[in-house]
């Protein structure tokens, strides 16, 4: 379903001078997941929004389905669904309105809130929702039918409580056997399989702030 | 006291200054009822929304209860 | 024990179910006292020597000023017996009376205004008195949009009831800035009459029009303040109960 | 898409009303500055409402990408592959609806209470509502570059104010010209052809201002 | 607390540039809206400059307290046990020095670009540097009342600008008398006036509505 | 230290109409934690924001050391330290001004952030540091010397990394020996000791949204 899906190949990041991570590789293959790790401020995030495409100074190659970028951006973008920290919620809609502005139908939408658990809050409005609340809003997309096959997702697991982090792992498991694929950041282990762990510090630069200041 | 108009005509006209007048009086007068028909029509509206939401609730609770009889059932397998 | 009645005073439910027995009465006084007064007013009393028949607009024009600036005070004081004494009813009338002074604000500016034209030759003047009303117009419009711009009841309630009464500190002296204001400019073309010496045939008919207006501001208070009321307690069972009863087929 | 918008700025129904209050509030504080004097106040009428027109345009545009912004769906609205164009001329048609319609409609009122000219009435209305619809998409733009910027504020009002100077020439223009008993024709052609220009060019640059404020 | 106020004002440097900017750019548009008669521009001077001052003072506002509200450090204000009001009037403070003092500062030369006439630009100078204390302190009372709300905009300007007219008026009424000939002390004693009632009351009510803003 | 401590009596709080809990009772005393539980929505932030005087609007009684609120609100708020949701991080300063804004002395400060593996980045812009860094300037509080007895923290988890959860474990559990208290919320378990976990789904109504559509 990913055709030759994702490739990062010799990625190198480097923000206010300092080196994230370098000769970064690995492959995202249909039906597989990757979760990116690694300490606070390892580069996680700046990984993900290399990777969509949303940032663009890094040197070495990312292909989607053999195309490198530039040129893959555009048919990646379009098999792509990318949930960040902030998470694409509007605030002053309804979470009903919310999932119709990514144009899914009423009825769908309907069910999709169900299996979040937001039944009952359809008609709510997002700013009145607690923390975990709105994480769900935005997840319900996971739960609209016929899902883009790429899934991105920045910690998705923030701010949920224990019971919506096995929804959410049993969803990104149908995800995958569906042929899909997952790419997550997450600090918590994440129940999914097949996983591919990829540990930003293996990418370290020789000498980071992290690894010579450890955290206590 | 007596009316202080000839006839009816010369009523409405009030020496010319006949539209001024019942300008002002009728905008008095639909502001006026406004501000009586809008609790009265505001109250009708609540009333019907507040019968569907009872209703609505109804049909959550029976469609609630039938899923938990439902997973309890699975569960029990 | 002396605080009780004040208490119950609070409760909004003790409020819906008294006021439903007096509410028909003041209805009923307030109109009539309105119909007879203009009546009266633009029938029966004579005609002004210098402006002729427009100065009948006098009869609403006069009222409405005066019920404009004494709703406000009348905001004010239910915002800050809502702040002191946490009254929800409190809150709740003052809620209520920020359209009713607005739209009473509205009438004096316009019947103003129109009168204006026939008198001065114009629809509108910088004159201290008509300034300082639309002043206090854009006062109750940010009462009005306050209150509104919260997602918690409370919080509004709150929010506008400080502004409203940071208002009331600052009516005076806007008042009396632009009338100092007005002064120093002194155009010199128009000038409000003084009609202190108001001819007892003209000045009757005012009266009852400005108990009128008293009363019928009194009424729509009221009707505002239980909509409202029921509005914000729908969840509790005495409303449950009432609203499950059906409409009735002509009046409410 | 459209419909969305509309309901999010019904929804917040302040934002329709708020520049027309303040464009109201404004034009009233105008006299206890200047004086109440007729005459004067009567030739500066045309002038004073279009400024003060612009000015509320301006400020209120401040938001129109902001809140899909801190809420993360600009950039989920970037991430799709069709072009931006549209979205953005959405809001852009909103925008205009919600404020530039309204402000138009209520300026003869206050034209009066400025004592404006006999005959100015109408030819302020038609170039208020054909400017302030060129007014919003060039604000667009603006509004776009200062998204990423967390405390845009005035620094908006700075970029976008010089391109604010020929629709305001030709606005008061057509008054002038009608109050002097010319005919307006000619100026209302220009603000049109503005607008023709602004419809085809801001919505393009706007959508590239959006891509580089998310790339932040 | 007063340095780190100013710190953060001096670090976010366009909070303090654009108002200015604001200012004198609205000033160099109005000549384009009313004409550019030199002897009519003379005797709207005083007012119109006021009148910028006022809306420049009130813009910039809006983001008094927004940023504190937002990270959560003005709740943690709030939970220190002493009272509110001396970091209230220590964030008006800077917000005067930012923008009202150079504002005032500014004020001769656009004076001079409008023509106002000799002897009025010391009073201007005075009154708007008096003036513009006190419109900081009530305008601190309404960012204070719509802090919570996600989009104050210009409804912080519909609540604020009737409560700023005394201001306003006798702010123009001193650089006014000193053109006309009379002496302005008067004027300005009832600046001072206002200034002191302000400095003790505005800062209590902001308190309040700064508790009341924290409950929502 | 913490004297009698918090004492919770009959507490209930709705929202919007809907009853969060009722009922509910615990003690918070000297040298223990308690972790407040319950799914997404369930109250658990309400309850806190109750517990610190935020919110007011709740029946039951709360006591600090024996003195019912509101009385004793005043002495609780002398010894709170309290970090929510929002961080209380002021984006546009550097972490060490942060701290200094706590009132905490530049040596204090420094080796705080040290503890919670900020060395190095104490003079970046906080804006510039990624979720993880940022939740750790705000628990660099934590580290400051002689902390204030009562610790409230909202998901102080939440983005942070393995290590930086188990320093703040270690951290927690340093204060309880002081003698100090800790009231928390997590969705993730905490290893501190003595905890008394409070679940809000044991003192929800007896019906909710929560309980009838529960999460899949
Ligand atoms: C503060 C608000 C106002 C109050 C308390 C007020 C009150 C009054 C009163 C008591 C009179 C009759 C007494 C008299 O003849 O002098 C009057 C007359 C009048 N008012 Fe008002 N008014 C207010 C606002 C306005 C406004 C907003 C307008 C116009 C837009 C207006 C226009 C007039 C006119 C044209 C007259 C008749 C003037 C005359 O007798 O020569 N007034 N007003
Ligand atoms: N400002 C508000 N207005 C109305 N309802 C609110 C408001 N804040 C919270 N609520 C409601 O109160 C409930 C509890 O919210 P709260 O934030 O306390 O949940 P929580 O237990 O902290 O959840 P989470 O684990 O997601 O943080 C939610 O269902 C929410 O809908
Ligand atoms: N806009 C920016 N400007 C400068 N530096 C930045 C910017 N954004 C991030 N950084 C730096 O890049 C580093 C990585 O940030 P990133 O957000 O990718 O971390 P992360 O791995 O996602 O951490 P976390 O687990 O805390 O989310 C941080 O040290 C931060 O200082
Ligand atoms: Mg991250
Ligand atoms: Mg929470």
Redesign the pocket.
């Known amino acids: 379903m990913c055709g030759r899906s994702l490739a990062v190949r010799g990625l190198a990041c480097e923000r206010d001078g300092r080196v994230l991570f370098e000769g970064l590789e690995f492959t995202l293959a249909p039906g597989t997941a990757v979760q990116v790790e690694g300490a606070n401020g390892a580069g996680k995030s700046t990984l993900i929004r290399t990777l969509i495409g949303s940032v663009s100074d890094y040197s070495g190659t990312i292909a989607w389905r053999g195309q490198a970028y530039p040129r893959g951006l555009a048919a990646m973008r379009s098999s792509l669904l990318y949930i960040g920290h902030n998470a694409g919620v509007r605030r002053g809609l309804t979470p009903l309105e919310n999932l119709a502005w990514y144009g899914a139908g009423r009825k769908e939408a309907l069910r999709a809130l169900d299996e979040v658990g937001l039944y009952g809050f359809e008609d709510v409005l997002c700013q009145q929702l607690s923390a975990g609340q709105n994480r769900r809003v935005a997840l319900a997309r996971l739960y609209l039918p016929a899902p883009p096959p790429l899934w991105v997702l920045d910690e998705p697991l923030a701010a949920l409580d224990v019971v919506g982090v096995a929804s959410l792992e049993a969803q990104m498991n149908r995800h995958l056997q569906r042929g899909g694929c997952v790419l997550l950041t997450s600090h918590q282990p994440v129940n999914v399989a097949p996983l591919l762990r990829v540990n930003l510090a293996d990418f370290g630069p020789h000498f980071t702030a992290q690894e010579l200041y450890c955290v206590r | 006291m007596q009316f202080q108009f000839d006839d009816f005509a010369s009523f409405l006209a009030m020496n010319g200054h006949g539209p001024y007048v019942w300008f002002s009086y009728g905008v008095t007068i639909a502001v006026l009822v406004a501000l009586v028909l809008v609790p009265l029509l505001r109250q009708r509206k609540m009333r019907e929304q507040f019968q569907r939401q009872i209703r609505q609730e109804e049909a959550r609770r029976r469609a609630g209860a039938e899923r938990n009889a439902k997973s309890a059932a699975v569960a029990a397998e | 024990m002396s605080w009780q009645w004040f208490h119950r005073m609070g409760s909004p439910r003790w409020f819906y179910q008294k006021s439903s027995v007096w509410l028909p009465w003041l209805g009923a006084a307030g109109l009539i006292l309105l119909t007879v007064g203009c009546i009266w007013g633009l029938g029966f009393a004579p005609q002004d020597a210098?402006?002729g028949n427009s100065?009948r607009?006098?009869y609403i024009?006069?009222p409405a000023?005066?019920l404009?600036?004494a709703g406000y005070y009348i905001m004010a004081i239910c915002g800050a017996i809502g702040l002191i004494w946490k009254m929800k009813l409190s809150f709740v009338v003052m809620r209520a009376a920020a359209p009713i002074g607005a739209a009473l604000t509205f009438i004096?500016?316009?019947?103003?205004?129109v009168?204006?034209k026939p008198?001065?030759g114009t629809?509108?003047?910088w004159?201290a008195?008509?300034t300082?009303?639309?002043i206090?117009f854009f006062l109750y419009l940010g009462v009005m949009a306050l209150s509104g711009a919260f997602s918690r009841e409370q919080s509004g309630d709150k929010a506008s009831a400080l502004l409203a009464l940071v208002g009331t500190v600052n009516i005076p002296i806007i008042y009396k800035s632009v009338d100092w204001w007005f002064t120093l400019h002194q155009p010199a073309t128009l000038?409000?009459?003084?009609?202190s010496t108001?001819d007892p045939s003209m000045f009757y008919p005012l009266i009852t029009m400005i108990a009128g207006f008293y009363l019928f501001y009194a009424w729509v208070l009221t009707l505002h303040t239980r909509t409202l009321i029921l509005q914000r307690e729908w969840r509790t069972q005495w409303v449950r109960e009432l609203l499950e009863q059906p409409v009735p087929a002509a009046k409410s | 898409m459209f419909r969305t918008e509309f309901t999010l700025a019904v929804r917040r129904r302040s934002d329709i009303v708020n520049p027309l209050l303040f464009f109201v509030t404004v034009l009233a504080l105008m006299p206890l500055g200047i004086g109440p004097e007729p005459e004067m106040l009567s030739r500066m009428a045309a002038g004073l409402i279009w400024v003060m027109a612009l000015l509320a345009t301006l400020l209120s545009q401040e938001s129109l990408f902001r809140g899909d912004y801190e809420d993360g769906s600009l950039e989920q609205l970037a991430l799709q592959s069709q072009p931006l164009y549209y979205p953005v001329l959405a809001k852009v048609l909103v925008h205009w609806l919600v404020t530039g319609v309204p402000l138009a409609v209520l300026s003869p009122l206050l034209g009066m209470m400025l004592n404006l000219g006999q005959g100015g009435y109408w030819p302020l209305l038609m170039s208020l509502a054909l400017g302030t619809a060129s007014l919003s998409l060039i604000g667009a733009v603006g509004a776009a570059l200062t998204v990423a910027l967390r405390r845009p504020g005035l620094l908006l009002a700075l970029i976008i104010m010089p391109l604010y100077v020929p629709v305001l020439i030709f606005g008061t223009g057509t008054v002038q010209a009608a109050l002097d008993g010319y005919s307006y024709g000619p100026q209302l052609a220009i603000l049109g052809a503005i607008l023709a220009a602004a419809a085809a060019l801001a919505p393009l640059a706007a959508a590239g201002a959006i891509r580089i404020s998310l790339e932040n």
Chains 1, 6 share one sequence.
Request: without cysteine.
């Open positions: 210098k402006q100065y607009i006098m024009h006069v000023a005066f404009a600036l004096s500016l316009v019947t103003g205004a009168w204006g008198t001065w629809y509108w003047v004159d008195r008509i300082s009303m639309l206090l000038k409000l009459t003084q009609a108001i």
